[in-house]
């Protein structure tokens, strides 16, 4: 059985689908973690898959905790939510690790223009932008939070990346980006690139304490492999990989047994 949590679940699509659901409070309130065993307890739920940014660290915090009472959370390493939580830890864990990806920039009036914008915390590429003039860069820059990189021109793929609990890749599924919607995206196709599937493998030998389904995001150049962004968990296009064959569910399952 399928069970689900949302804030409002009389409006989620999954929770009309779901064998069950309750109503739980923001992933931040004192009370989440307590509401969210009491349901695996009750309901007899042995697994927790995690959907949403700003859940990972805490579950993954809570981990050890679920597991004395038999609920596992299928969650990388808190070390490894919060390093990619952020923008900046994210470029700062490629670079020491020698993976190219777009340099940042810290003098936005002697540069090359265009360069791209974006929030360190963001999700669903809230804020992320274009910038075209130091004019415009300078706006975005009276919030601190906004950094600055290199524009990067080339194919967007969103990876699909399944590493079971002995740090195994298991499956590994290229989908270019057709159309992005909010950050989401809308229409993708998956690819079998070769070089990708390359990149990805010396990626995932990095990363010491990832689990489950990790999503990674690359631009693919003429003669690059741009490193972006890592999820540590299902992204929305997963779906995709789903019908190509990679099924994520049934290798969590058999993983956890």
Known sequence: KVLTTDMNPTLSSACQISDGYIKVPRVTDKNYLYVLKKYCKKANISIIVPTIDTELSILADAKEEFAQDGIFIAISSKKICDTFYLKNTTEKFFIEHNLDTPREIKDIKNCDYPIFAKLNNSSCSIGATIVYTPQQAKELAQDKNYIFQEYIQGDEYTVDVFIDKKGNVIS???????????????????????????????????????????????????????????????????????????????YLIEDYL
């Open 172 to 250: 590994i599924v290229p989908r270019l980006r057709i159309e992005v919607r909010a950050g989401e995206v809308n229409k993708a196709q998956t690819i079998k690139d070769k070089e990708i599937i390359k990149a990805i493998k010396k990626l995932c030998q990095k990363l010491n304490g990832a689990y489950g389904c990790i999503t990674i995001q690359l631009f693919k150049t003429n003669d690059r492999i741009v490193f972006i962004e890592i999820n540590p968990r299902f992204g929305g296009g997963y779906p995709l990989s789903y019908l190509s064959g990679a099924n994520f569910a049934k």
